[in-house]
C-alpha cells in the first residue's frame, strides 16, 4: 500500500510501535506470561477505592455523570480540574501559576508529540533544530514522535558507583553544550527507565542553563512529584516560566483515561491547545473529573506520599534483595532505585546484546524490556546500551520474583555458552 | 517565540484553532448566549439512561471499573469493544470483517489526522499527494489537519433546487477527476455542515471510482449509520476492503469520551493503531468499556433508529419550520436537512459576507459558524462560500427559536442597510 512519508515514519518503521506490538503478543497469550515488559502501574487497592468513591459522586451529584461524558471540554481541557490544579500547586508549592498555564491532552506521550515537535524540527528560516537529551538512557517513548528525522541529539551520561553493584547516573555538565540548533531540552524526572531521578541541584543548574540560553527546559514528571509522588529521595516540584513541566493522571492509577497534564507559560500552553484542537478536537474529560475533588482537597498529594510512594518503594527494595540474591556471583550492576517502577539492570560484559537476551527470556515467557531502546539521539557506539534491560516491578511479587529468577539463569547460561 | 514549521501551521495559524477559541470565548459568557455554533450532541435523556446503567454495571462488576480505568488498551483500541462491533457488523450488515478490521481513535478527528497524513502529503518518490473532497461544502475539522501544506483540492458540487427555498448538493461527477496526485477520497455521511446524506447510488459511484483508481474512499460516517444514524433519509452502511469507514460515540452521546473508530481493510488498520501508539500510546478506554454491552446485544442499532433519529428529525423538522416563518419574504435556502443535526442556511445575494454576519450575530449574542470554514481545498473564488452560516438545532428549543429569529433580524437588516 502507497503511503506517505509520514506514514513510513511514524506507522510502519516507529520502535515503539513494535515494540508495543511485541508487548501485545505477548500479552495475548496471557496467563502463563510473566510481564515485567510495560508501562502499567499497579492496582493500589487504596487508591482504587478513592475513584471508585469519585465516579460514585459523580453519579449520585444529578447529571454531573451525563456532562462528563456528553460535554466536549474545551481544546485545553476540563476548567475546573485545571482551575483547581492552579490553586493547590501555587498555595501548597508557591507555583506563579494560573488555569491559564494549564492544558490537558491525552496522556504525557501526546504531551511531548506535541512539545517536541513545536521546538523541534524544521523552523521558517530554513534552519532545524532538535531536542537535547541530557541524560540518556531516557524513555523510549520519544523516540518516534519526530515528524522530521533524527529530532533527538543526546549526551552520555556520568557513571557513579555507589558500592559494587549500585550506580547512578548524573549529567555530565561538562558535556552539555546548547547549541543555536537546540530548540528544547527534555528530561524525565524520575527517569524511565533508569528510576533515576535528577537531585534537586542539578535541576537547578539545568534551569539556569536554559534559562540563560532561552531554550525551554521539559521536565517529564509522569512519575514525579507532587503526584504521583513514586520518589524515593528528597526532590522538589520546581516550575519557572522557562520550565514545561508534564505531568500526568496515568501512574496514579489512571492510565486508560488518557489524562496528560502540561503546565507551562501561557503562551505554550495555548499552542498547546490549538494542536488538541487539531489531533483531537477535544482532551478527554473523565480523568479529570474522577480527580477534581482529589486535587480540590489537596487529598491527591496526601495519598500519593502516604500510600503510593510506599507501596512502590516496598516493591522496589524487593526486587532489588531478588536480584542480590538471584544474580549472586554475576557481573552485574542496578541503578539505584530511586523513583517510577523499574529496575535498570546493567549487565556489563554480556556476552550477547540485550535484544538477545529479550528474544531468550520471551522464549521463556518473561517480557521485559531490551535497554537499547532507550538511547533516543545517542548515537555514539557504547557497548552500555547493549548491556542493559529495563524490568517493571509494578506486578505482584510471585511474577517479579519468578521473572527476576529467570533473567539470572538465562544471563548465567549467556556467560556459560555465549553463542 | 521561536516555534518550528509544524507549531505555525498546526498551532498558530490554524482556523479550527482560532474558532474554536472564539466558541469557547463565546461559551465562556454562558448563560445569555444562544449557543447554536458547536458541535455539541443534544442530552437525550432516554439514551443517556443506558449510559449510566452502563457504569452502574461497570462499577458493580467486581473489578471491572479498576481495570476499565487502570489499564492500558492496546494500541488499536479495547479488544473486547473491537470484536463485538465486528460481529454486529458482520452479522447485521453482511460487512466481510473481525476485530482486525477495526481500531480506536482518540475520537473522529484524531482518526482523520491519522489517515489524512498517511495517505496525503509527501511521499517516497518526491510526489505529493492530495485528499479530494468530491463535496463541498466538508467538515471545517479537517482544514488544519495536514502537516504538509495544501493537503485538499475539492470541487463545487452541483446544487439541485428542490423548491422555492430547499436545495442539494449532489457530487459533479462529471468534473471528477482522480489524477496520480489523489492520494485519497474523503466525504461525510451524513455531511458536516449541510446535512446532506449521499444517496446509496452516489456512494457506490464513488465507491466504483475509487476502487478502479486504487484509492481510499475515506467516509466520514460520524452522524452516520447504523449508529448514530441521525439520517432521515434511506440509506445503508457500506464497507469493503477499499473503504475506510470512520464512526464515533460522540454523537450518539458521549462526545467528551473521545473514541473515534476506524473501520478498514487491516494493513491500514495496523498503520493507525501504530500512529495512535505514537500519538498517545493507545486510545482512552471508557467509551468502549460504556458501549461494549449495548453493541454485544444490538441495542445500539435499536436506539440510535428509535430514539435518536426521531430526536433529531423533529428538531429539525422544527428548525425549518421556524425559518420559514422568521425569514418570511427574504432571499433564503435550506439544505435539505437530511441527516446531521445542522441547518445550512444559504442566503443568496446577502450584501454582507458571512463572517461580518456571524460577527454581528455575535455581538448580539447568538453563536453560529459562518460557512466559509466548510470549504476546505476549494480554491475557486466562489460567491456562495461566504453566503452560508450553520446553525446547529440540536440544543432546546427555546435556544434554536430565539437563535432563528435573531438571525432573521439581522439578515433583514444587512439587506436593508448593506454597509
Avoid at 249 to 271: D, H
Avoid at 371 to 399: I, M, V
Amino acid at each position: 500500500m502507497n503511503i506517505s512519508n509520514f506514514g513510513r515514519k511514524i506507522a510502519v518503521q516507529s520502535g515503539i510501535g513494535q515494540l508495543m506490538d511485541d508487548l501485545g503478543a505477548a500479552l495475548a497469550q496471557k496467563g502463563d506470561v510473566l510481564m515485567l515488559g510495560g508501562g502499567n502501574p499497579a492496582h493500589v487497592p487504596e487508591v482504587e477505592r478513592y475513584f471508585r468513591r469519585s465516579m460514585e459522586a459523580i453519579l449520585a451529584d444529578s447529571d454531573r455523570f451525563e456532562r462528563t461524558v456528553g460535554d466536549y471540554d474545551p481544546p485545553g481541557g476540563n476548567v475546573e480540574f485545571r482551575r483547581v490544579l492552579a490553586h493547590l500547586l501555587r498555595e501548597q508549592f508557591g507555583w506563579d501559576i494560573s488555569l491559564a498555564n494549564i492544558a490537558l491532552t491525552s496522556g504525557s506521550q501526546s504531551a511531548f508529540f506535541i512539545l517536541f515537535n513545536l521546538f523541534g524540527g524544521r523552523y521558517e528560516d530554513g534552519t532545524v533544530k532538535k531536542i537535547l537529551l541530557p541524560l540518556t538512557p531516557e524513555y523510549v517513548g520519544y523516540s518516534d514522535v519526530g515528524l522530521t528525522p533524527d529530532l533527538f541529539t543526546a549526551i552520555r551520561p556520568k557513571i557513579e558507583h555507589l558500592d559494587q553493584h549500585l550506580f547512578k547516573y548524573h549529567i555530565d555538565f561538562d558535556n552539555l553544550r546548547i547549541g543555536d540548533d537546540i530548540g528544547a531540552i527534555c528530561i524525565s524526572r524520575p527517569t524511565n527507565p533508569s528510576g533515576n531521578v535528577l537531585t534537586d541541584s542539578e535541576l537547578e543548574r539545568l534551569s539556569d542553563i536554559t534559562r540563560a540560553r532561552n531554550v525551554p527546559l521539559i521536565v517529564d514528571n509522569a512519575y514525579g512529584t507532587p503526584f504521583p509522588h513514586i520518589i524515593y529521595t528528597d526532590a522538589d516540584p520546581i516550575w519557572d516560566q522557562n520550565t514545561i513541566v508534564c505531568m500526568s493522571l496515568s501512574k496514579l492509577g489512571l492510565p486508560a483515561t488518557r489524562t496528560g497534564i502540561v503546565i507551562a507559560r501561557e503562551e505554550v500552553v495555548e499552542m498547546v491547545a490549538r494542536v488538541n484542537a487539531v489531533l483531537s478536537l477535544a482532551p478527554v474529560r473523565i480523568g479529570a473529573a474522577l480527580a477534581t475533588d482529589l486535587v480540590r482537597s489537596g487529598e491527591i498529594v496526601r495519598l500519593s506520599r502516604d500510600l503510593i510512594a510506599p507501596f512502590y518503594h516496598a516493591k522496589a527494595q524487593h526486587a532489588l534483595e531478588l536480584v542480590t540474591k538471584h544474580f549472586d556471583g554475576l557481573d552485574y550492576r542496578v541503578h539505584r532505585p530511586e523513583g517510577a517502577f523499574f529496575l535498570w539492570l546493567w549487565l556489563p560484559n554480556l556476552p550477547i546484546a540485550s535484544l538477545e537476551l529479550y528474544e531468550r527470556l520471551k522464549a521463556r515467557r518473561v517480557i521485559v524490556v531490551s535497554g537499547h531502546y532507550f538511547f533516543p539521539g545517542l548515537t555514539d557506539p557504547w557497548p552500555h546500551k547493549h548491556e542493559c534491560l529495563r524490568l517493571s516491578y509494578a506486578q505482584n511479587e510471585a511474577t517479579v520474583a519468578a521473572g527476576i529468577q529467570t533473567i539470572a539463569e538465562e544471563v548465567r547460561r549467556a556467560h556459560a555458552a555465549p553463542s
